[in-house]
């Protein structure tokens, strides 16, 4: 089992920026990718970003490509920098972590994962 803890996030305006932090903990973390999803308000909980833990692969949904970057420091800290929010970004946000084999799409399903975060709320005003 990996241990996750979050942090940042808060209220901002629309076109700021955050970043969010997971610190991840745990055996065979090496087999792993660390990655984000988000659930809004009677929404299902959705695929935001995702790294292996070589740091050599990133996935992002396509939504958030150009204005997300996700990154990972030698502190098992993976970030997640978030630039020009938009309301519709708004959700509480949720570290994961899990196995991960050659293609990227099976990870994105938030009930492959048993592993995650407290959650993190972002709320963007218009």
């Known amino acids: 089992q990996v241990q996750l803890v979050e942090s940042g996030g808060g209220l901002v305006q629309a076109g700021d920026s955050l970043r969010l932090s997971c610190t991840a903990s745990?055996?065979?973390?090496?087999?792993?990718?660390v990655g984000w999803f988000r659930q809004a308000p009677g929404k299902e909980r959705r695929f935001v970003a995702a790294i292996r833990w070589s740091g050599d692969s990133t996935y992002y949904t396509d939504s958030v490509k150009g204005r997300f970057t996700i990154s990972k420091d030698n502190a098992n800290t993976v970030h997640l920098q978030m630039n020009n929010l938009k309301p519709e970004d708004t959700a509480v946000y949720y570290c994961?972590?899990?196995?991960?084999?050659?293609?990227?799409?099976?990870?994105?399903?938030?009930?492959?994962?048993?592993?995650w975060g407290q959650g993190t709320q972002v709320t963007v005003s218009s």
């Open positions: 745990g055996r065979a973390l090496s087999r792993h990718a």
């Open positions: 994961a972590a899990g196995l991960v084999g050659l293609q990227w799409a099976p990870w994105t399903n938030a009930r492959a994962h048993s592993s």
